[in-house]
C-alpha cells in the first residue's frame, strides 16, 4: 500500500478508505490511533474528490459540440 495519497490511484484510494472506515466502525481503538485514521481517512476523501472531480471535468469537455458547451449530469445508475 501506498503512503502518499497523492501517488494513488482512484481504486486504492477507495479502497484504504473502505478499510479505515471499518477500523473506526469496529470501535477496538484509542482515542489518538482513531484520531490518526479519521485524518487519513480525510485526506483519502479529499484525493478520491480530486479525482471524481477531474473526470467530471474531463467528461464535461467530451460532450462539447460546436455550437457550444452542452453540459449534461452524468448519472451513474
Known sequence: MKDNAEDMTFEESLKTLEQLVNELEN????LDKAIEIYERAIVLRDRCKKILDECDRRVQKMIE????????DFIIE
Open 27 to 30: 470501535g477496538n481503538l484509542d
Open 65 to 72: 459540440t460546436s455550437e457550444g458547451v452542452k453540459k449534461e
